[in-house]
């Protein structure tokens, strides 16, 4: 039963960066995604990655300023972000499936419980 816990989420200024990590417990990791919800909207997509790391999917809205990566040694996913907006500001949930591809990750079987980020103008 794999358990994913994210941190890194904090206050941040316009223009600024934080890196988010995803560690998984009880299991290696398999594809993974990052997800955020921001105020009064709808859940989306923001990047994914396969197990290998070798592929990686990312959202038009943070393409050229997030990165996602793994180091699959440690079990963990990371999201760095970079120049960010007051737009990125939401939860950030880091999900475990079976593949990753743009958009989102096939048969998710795990979220993370969320990390906070806001970007402040």
């Known amino acids: 039963q794999v358990q994913l816990v994210e941190s890194g989420g904090g206050l941040v200024q316009a223009g600024g960066s934080l890196r988010l990590s995803c560690a998984a417990s009880?299991?290696?990791?398999?594809?993974a995604a990052w997800f955020r919800q921001a105020p009064g909207k709808e859940r989306t997509f923001v990047a994914s990655?396969?197990?290998?790391?070798?592929?990686?999917y990312y959202a038009d809205s943070v393409k050229d300023r997030f990165t996602i990566s793994r180091d699959n040694a440690k079990n963990t996913v990371y999201l760095q972000m970079n120049s960010l907006k007051p737009e990125d500001t939401a939860v950030y949930y880091c999900?475990?499936?079976?593949?990753?591809?743009?958009?989102?990750?096939?048969?998710?079987?795990?979220w993370g419980q969320g990390t906070l980020v806001t970007v402040s103008s």
């Open positions: 999900a475990a499936g079976t593949m990753a591809y743009m958009g989102g990750l096939g048969n998710v079987a795990v």
């Open positions: 990655i396969s197990w290998s790391g070798g592929r990686t």
């Open positions: 009880g299991r290696t990791f398999s594809s």
